[in-house]
């Protein structure tokens, strides 16, 4: 019998690597992308795992407003790193140094 | 064991497989494909949780459109596939803080026994898209019409942030201009040379 604390205790793996993956890939930023894109997968699950147990709709709707907002953010993150392999040819991260913060 | 737990098991280690692979490739080709397959059982997964609208949306969307656009931006960029140096520390580091991130929300899961809080009441008389477009588009109006100016907000941002300059434009550039000498610029000619 599968009951909620499988599920949570899948999400909370899942979530744990991806913020091991974000402490291994730290030169590329593409990677570093879709560890951010796993992380928002994962509490996705969360919010549907507690959704469908207390028998509450409201948790699916949260899911999808994070399901658009989340596609917004990729879009204008690699547009932003299309611009900057434009203008420098790489898109290392310490690289990254012309705000000069 | 039935067929709900046999399911759950071969979805949840194929997508725990995947991340860690994910994390650890070095071809960022590889890691597009790898999150692709990880979406894809993400959905079954989630359409096990009886969230059929979402499960659909997340293939359509999410391997659809923002998973193809991953693979196009890594396939334009071109980027030269390269060991890290250095990386022994950092692994330990992130192996490190992920067991304890781990083990903290494991003992949160585990004394907090989730597991026969509620019971379940699948038996409704609505479709799970019905109820869905029921809560959007009477109590979460205001939230749906926020998230449709983000998605604009998102589509002109993108646009400008790689929109190039016409060569035609009469705009000003003003590092050109401080760039610009007086050799380039001024040519001092001699009166019986013309």
Known sequence: ?101 | MDIITILFYLVTSVIILSAISLIIVNNTVHAALLLVLIFFNSAILWLMLKAEFLSIVLVLVYVGAVLVLFLFVVMLLDIPVRKNSNQKLYLLFSVVTSLVMFAELYMVIFYHNFTNEVNIITSSELNNTYQIGLMLFTDYIFSFEVTAFILLVAIIAAIAINMTEKQRSLRQDPGKQILESKKSRLRIIKGNKL
């Open chain 1, 1 to 101: 019998m599968i009951t909620m604390s499988h599920y949570l205790t899948f999400s909370a793996l899942l979530f744990c690597i991806s913020i091991a993956g974000i402490f291994i890939n730290r030169k590329n930023i593409l990677l570093l992308l879709m560890s951010i894109e796993l992380m928002l997968l994962s509490v996705n699950t969360n919010f549907i795992v507690f959704s469908h147990y207390s028998n509450d709709i409201t948790g699916q709707v949260f899911v999808f407003f994070i399901l658009a907002v989340a596609a917004a953010e990729s879009a204008i993150g690699l547009a932003i790193i299309v611009s900057l392999f434009r203008k420098r040819n790489s898109i290392e991260i310490n690289l990254i140094n012309k705000l000069k913060g």
